[in-house]
């Protein structure tokens, strides 16, 4: 079956440069959500998105930003990048209400960025 | 607002042996609650979900978990562990219809020979 996909799988950045990561959902899934994990934490919820428009906001700094295009991919940009925006970058997708589970979120496997 | 608690940041288990996960959950609003696993270096993996109806829930990989509401507890259970569910273990909160994930601080299994 096919799963999330998130690119690159790893990235590394040096303080103040900007990193832009993608998120392709399982197809037909219309709601995207971005979490950060940071060394040894859980993950924290950052955006989501339902239908390309931003459904939620969690402690996503100024400096990031998100969007969903119309193929329901999604991109989290990161600009000025500091070190402890080093971690792993998680992208989940959920099914619509119509499709069943929409509760249910289906993780990719991350994006490990280390800044420098 | 909503929270998790994992009571136990490490468990160790040898083989064999009944696995026992904590969590309990604070919640203003009926929850729906999940337990993720991930294996080092890897995403997170549903191991099963409780929305609604039957409080014992069945996962994969032989776990399950029952939703107490009185004890506003989550805890996952296995009766035999296996070397291969060594991982970390997430219970997460969300309220019903879905939405954010919030998560607990995460338990890291360990299983002896």
């Known amino acids: 079956a096919a799963g999330v996909i998130q690119s690159p799988r790893h990235l590394i950045k040096e303080k103040r440069e900007t990193a832009t990561l993608k998120c392709y959902p399982i197809p037909r899934h219309d709601t995207v959500y971005w979490y950060q994990q940071g060394p040894g934490q859980d993950p924290q919820f950052l955006i989501s998105?339902?239908?390309?428009?931003?459904?939620d906001k969690g402690s996503i700094p100024d400096r990031f930003s998100a969007q969903q295009f119309s193929d329901y991919h999604s991109e989290l940009n990161m600009s000025s990048l500091e070190l402890g925006d080093s971690a792993l970058y998680f992208c989940?997708?959920?099914?619509?209400?119509?499709?069943?589970?929409?509760?249910?979120?289906?993780f990719g496997p991350g994006t490990r960025l280390l800044v420098l | 607002a909503q929270s998790v608690t994992q009571l136990g940041s490490h468990v160790s288990v040898s083989e064999g042996a009944l696995v026992l996960l904590r969590c309990n959950y604070s919640s203003s609003v009926p929850p729906y609650l999940f337990w993720y696993v991930q294996y080092p270096n890897q995403g997170l993996q549903l191991l099963l979900k409780y929305t609604t109806g039957a409080t014992l829930v069945k996962g994969i990989n032989g776990f399950e978990a029952e939703f107490k509401k009185s004890e506003t507890s989550f805890h996952l259970t296995k009766p035999s562990a296996h070397m291969s569910d060594a991982a970390e273990y997430f219970c997460?909160?969300?309220?019903?219809?879905?939405?954010?994930?919030?998560f607990g601080q995460g338990t890291e299994l360990s299983v002896k020979p």
């Open positions: 989940a997708s959920s099914p619509p209400p119509s499709g069943g589970s929409q509760e249910t979120q289906y």
């Open positions: 997460a909160v969300s309220g019903s219809q879905g939405g954010k994930l919030i």
């Open positions: 998105f339902y239908e390309k428009m931003q459904s």
